[in-house]
């Protein structure tokens, strides 16, 4: 690996995640630099186009470059393809129905499943929409997006059954989105329709913004306390990585302790 170029991309990302301008010695401390050795990295990247130094207050931030070329691998980004693979380990995995959904105004839209092989199995159709207060892959966008109970109902209107167990009020389903956002997946207990059960979670783009949801559908049958259980930490597994896949940042450490390693014994 080249350690200068890992070390100002490391220091790159770090200023973007800052949001804020920043000064030599915060870059200094938070890669364990000395101060000539960062001074040399932002420099670089300055003079690349990369960063933006304030000579006045002797700060940096990164310039617009950054975000001009983001968006442009935004654009080209294939959803259903990229994330396709992971669908695929997550349905060999588990053995159950797997699929990627989109939220369009009350509704999610099918776009990729893979189908169980057991003989008894959930069925989804890509192309097809669901109501996204009832099934899982809806309720974890919901979530993600933080609807209160006023949003929630001006989204709704009135929150129609579709079996006995649909949640028809509008209090209830924002306290399940709270307790669904807190634990990073949803639930639905055969609320779309009998028989059927389901988990899923939201996928993150690198702004932040939940695009998308990998579900899983299992039959109410297999769907016990052990099984969901096992399921769920598969499926936000599959979910961070599609997220990794975006350029998502749950945040943590700035840089991984073998990279900081590296810069430190070449600085």
């Known amino acids: 690996m080249d350690s200068t ?24 401390q938070a890669f364990g630099l000395a101060r000539s050795n960062a001074h040399r990295t932002l420099q670089t990247l300055v003079e690349c186009g990369w960063v933006q ?4 207050s002797s700060t940096y931030r990164p310039s617009l470059r950054l975000f001009e070329l983001g968006a442009l691998v935004e654009d080209g980004l294939d959803l259903k393809s990229l994330i396709h693979p992971l669908l695929a380990q997550l349905a060999q995995s588990s053995g159950e129905a797997i699929h990627l959904t989109v939220l369009e105004g009350t509704e999610i839209i099918y776009l990729d499943k893979f189908d169980s092989p057991l003989p008894v199995a959930a069925y989804s159709r890509i192309g097809g929409r669901a109501p996204a207060y009832c099934v899982a892959s809806g309720k974890a ?12 109902r001006a989204l709704f209107g009135k929150l129609v059954p579709h ?21 990073g997946w949803a639930e639905n207990r055969q609320e779309w329709r009998l028989g059927v059960c389901g988990l899923g979670a939201p996928i993150f783009n690198a ?5 998308a949801a990998i579900g899983i559908s299992v039959p109410s049958i297999r769907f ?11 499926l936000i597994a599959c979910a961070r990585d599609a997220s990794q896949l975006l350029g998502y940042f749950s945040g943590g450490e700035n840089t991984s302790p073998s990279l900081i390693a590296t810069q430190r014994r070449h600085s």
């Open 5 to 28: 170029l890992a070390k100002g991309l490391a220091v790159l990302e770090w200023l973007a995640r800052q949001q804020r301008d920043c000064r030599l010695v915060e870059v200094a």
């Open 53 to 56: 130094q304030n000579t006045s």
């Open 141 to 152: 966008l919901l979530a993600a997006i933080g609807h209160d109970a006023s949003s929630l």
């Open 163 to 183: 079996t006995p167990h649909t949640l028809t009020d509008i209090e209830a389903l924002q306290a399940e989105l709270l307790r669904s956002r807190a634990r």
């Open 207 to 211: 702004r932040g913004q939940a695009v």
């Open 224 to 234: 016990q306390r052990a099984q969901a259980r096992t399921l769920s930490e598969q």
